[in-house]
């Protein structure tokens, strides 16, 4: 039962804003963030909120704050985004589409969340519908290929989605479209906004994909 | 009213602010004016209560101060105490106002020597199609060339709609400003839309700026509530300096003649949830999330300013329900949403600022 004050659109938790602060006091204890947070975010964050019984429980997280987390949490993916990044702006050229090679960015970012071990990052992208399969490299290759299987449109779309991904993680190197000039300039509120306008691209394509042809 | 001395930590990380608005009268009388300001207005704050506020804001680390309005340079003495005291204390100044007092070159440089001498940081200016008919375009290139001369730091803030005649490029292309803008581009001025403060009505915006669901995704948490707070002419703390919020029962979180009454505000502010969804989702966000509850609610195309969209949050009945009912499906999404934005990104930016 929530408390309010009497007609006013007043919702009081002094208990979620104690345990929010208490998470946030813990975090930043150290100067640097703990290593069991970058592991497991969300289990983290919810077992500061334990008294409220499941109201904030890791599966309640959006698809777009798993995203933004997975990526700045990992530190093994963002260092391979921040040097395949160099290499993706090189090759790639947006006034070309046809010009890159798809299936081998596709392969990369599939070997690398194998290897660094986050799925989150591609189920965000893709949407599989559950989190409990034991995914392969192949088997993730093969979900980043059938949603990028058959228009050029397509194919750029998944691509641009895997620039902005490692660009999320280095924004010097963020393309100029995104609008991003300084990072110093960039707040962690348009920072999760540029997760769920991924989220919402890479779903607009997923479903493009799956129309009748 | 002395403030507390102990430690203080909130859920907001990054630095406050501190509005202070000495009066809420102002030269002008535009319609939908955001704090309900005209001439005859006479609301205003004593010195003392001016000062105690930026005393308080001073020990729990809030980062600077801005006076607003209504027109502050009515009160331009209190103004002046204020920016000596809050440069003594640390805290940067600023000032919003309409240039009303820029009729001639020299009424504008004695205002903008004035403030300088005081301490004063930074400078903003307000006009377009409803200023302008109580304050000339004039006035404002007047207190421009004056900052200008002087070096203070400045921007110009252009209400607009689809409708009005006052742009950003009449500033830009003003024939007296040519040798501003080569200088700082226009980097100066922005527009803001105009907007109806009842969320029953819809101005007219250019295409794509209104919300709707193919840019709602686009939209940020508001990033006034809980991080500026608001002192206002008749003492009531505001959690957050919108346009409108004085008319909004719920963000009044307390007074200035209170004890503690910043920190207590902030306290009381932060314990409630719909605040909380309003900064780190979002006001359109939160629109759309209650339409999903509630299909009779529309939202899209309506809005192009985030704090219309927080008049229809609080006025609405059909958003009020929903809200009250559904509020705790929200509660991970804030949790992780509040932690992102106040601890890990800016522990990522130190790192890779570190690095580089």
């Not at chain 1, 289990?43 to 890791?58: E, P, Q």
């Not at chain 1, 798809?102 to 949407?127: F, N, P, Q, T």
């Not at chain 2, 999903?292 to 529309?298: A, F, Q, V, W």
């Not at chain 2, 300013?305 to 229809?312: E, G």
Request: proline residues 4%.
């Amino acid at each position: 039962m929530n408390d309010s004050y009497a007609d006013l659109l007043v919702i009081s938790r002094p208990e979620f804003a104690v345990s929010l602060r208490r998470l946030m006091d813990d975090l930043q204890s150290d100067g640097d963030l703990p290593s069991s947070f970058k592991r497991n975010p969300f289990g983290t964050i919810a077992s500061y909120f334990s008294d409220t019984i499941g109201r904030v429980s890791s599966q309640k997280i959006s698809e777009a704050n798993r995203l933004i987390f997975a990526i700045f949490s990992n530190d093994g993916f963002r260092e391979w985004a921040r040097e395949y990044n160099a290499k993706v702006a090189e090759e790639l050229n947006f006034d070309a589409p046809g010009s890159f090679d798809k299936a081998a960015i596709r392969r990369d970012l599939a070997e690398a969340i194998m290897k660094h071990g986050d799925k989150e990052i591609v189920y965000s992208l893709l949407g599989t519908q559950t989190r409990s399969e034991g995914l392969t490299a192949d088997d993730m290759q093969g979900r980043l290929d059938s949603v990028t299987a058959v228009t050029v449109a397509v194919a750029v779309a998944a691509v641009v989605a895997v620039v902005v991904v490692v660009a999320l993680v280095e924004v010097a190197f963020a393309p100029p479209h995104l609008g991003l000039s300084e990072i110093s300039e960039v707040t962690g509120s348009e920072m999760r906004a540029l997760g769920e306008q991924l989220i919402a691209t890479a779903r607009e394509f997923r479903e493009a994909d799956e129309k009748p042809h | 009213m002395r403030n507390p001395t102990s430690a203080f930590t909130g859920i907001v990380r990054r630095g406050r602010t501190l509005s202070v608005m000495p009066t809420y009268q102002c030269t002008a009388a535009c319609e939908n004016c955001g704090t309900l300001s005209s001439p005859s207005e006479k609301t205003h704050l004593s010195a003392d209560q001016v000062i105690g506020a930026i005393e308080e804001a001073a020990s729990l680390d809030f980062v600077n101060v801005v006076f607003t309005g209504g027109e502050p340079t009515l009160r331009l003495s209190i103004v002046h105490q204020g920016i000596e005291l809050a440069k003594r204390l640390g805290l940067s100044t600023r000032v919003v106002t309409n240039a009303h007092w820029g009729r001639t070159t020299d009424s504008a440089n004695l205002m903008i020597r004035k403030l300088c001498d005081s301490g004063l940081d930074e400078i903003n200016f307000s006009t377009g199609d409803q200023h302008v008919r109580f304050v000339p375009i004039e006035h404002v290139v007047n207190a421009i060339l004056a900052t200008y001369r002087a070096e203070l730091p400045f921007h110009l803030m252009v209400e607009t709609s689809s409708t009005n005649r006052i742009r950003k490029d009449h500033f830009v292309k003003h024939p007296m400003l040519q040798h501003v803008v080569r200088k700082l581009p226009d980097s100066w001025v922005f527009e803001s839309p105009w907007m109806p403060l009842d969320p029953g009505v819809s101005s007219r915006y250019d295409d794509g700026v209104a919300v709707d669901s193919t840019n709602v995704s686009a939209c940020t948490g508001c990033d006034s509530i809980l991080q500026t707070i608001v002192v206002q002419a008749d003492g009531r703390i505001g959690a957050c300096c919108g346009l409108g919020m004085r008319t909004v029962p719920e963000l009044q979180v307390g007074h200035v003649d209170d004890p503690a009454a910043i920190s207590q505000g902030i306290r009381r502010a932060e314990s409630d949830i719909v605040k909380i969804a309003i900064r780190y989702l979002g006001t359109e966000k939160l629109l759309a999330w209650a339409s999903s509850h509630d299909p009779s609610i529309d939202w899209e195309g309506l809005y192009a300013h985030n704090c219309q969209a927080c008049m229809r949050i609080y006025k609405d009945p059909r958003v009020r329900e929903v809200i009250l009912k559904h509020s705790e499906e929200l509660e991970a999404d804030l949790a992780s949403a509040a932690v992102f934005d106040e601890v890990a990104w800016p522990a990522y930016m130190r790192q890779t600022t570190c690095r580089a």
